[in-house]
C-alpha cells in the first residue's frame, strides 16, 4: 500500500467525470488499499479515485455511524434513493481550509459494486449520507463549493461538524 497525492482545487482532473470499473482486478484493488491509507491518514471520511488523479469511479469512505467506524468501499456507486434535508457545515480534502453549509438528505442508499464486482446497497444517515452524495458529486467532475450556501470561518467549525469528507 502507498499514500496517494490528494489534488486540491484548481487540479484540471477534479472537474472531470469519471470512467466506469470494468475490470475488477489486482490493479483495482491496490488502488483500493492505497486510498484507504489515504484517507486513513488524511483524517477525512471520504475519499473519491479523482482526488488522487484516477478518474475511475471509486470511493472510499468512513461509516462513521458503526461502532466501530467501518471503511466502506464502493465500486461504480450511484446514489438511488434519499429523503429529507439537512444543513450541514461540509469540508473536502480537495479543498482544505473551506467549509460551508451545504443541504443534503438526511437519509440516502447507495448502490455499488464490491472489489470483487458484487452488487450490493447500503443506507446512510447523516453524515453518511452527506457523504454518499458528496462522494459521488466527485465522480462527476464536480466539487461541494458548487453547492456551498454560506461559507463559514474555519474558526467557527466545531468538533467534527466541517468533516463531510
Known sequence: MALRN?????EEQLL??????EKFDARLHMLLDDMRETLEHSGGVGLAAPQVGVLRRVVVLLDVNKEPEEMVELVNPEVI????AERRVE?????????G???RPTW????????????????GEGMVAQCFCHETEHLDGHLFTEKVEEYVDVDDVQDGAGDGE
Do not use: H, M
Open 101 to 103: 453549509y451545504v443541504t
Open 91 to 99: 469540508g473536502c480534502l480537495s479543498v482544505p481550509g473551506v467549509y
Open 16 to 21: 472531470k467525470r469519471s470512467r466506469k470499473v
Open 81 to 84: 434513493e434519499q429523503r429529507g
Open 6 to 10: 490528494i489534488l486540491t482545487q484548481g
Open 108 to 123: 440516502a442508499k447507495i448502490r455499488a459494486q464490491d472489489r470483487n464486482g458484487n452488487w450490493f446497497e447500503r443506507e
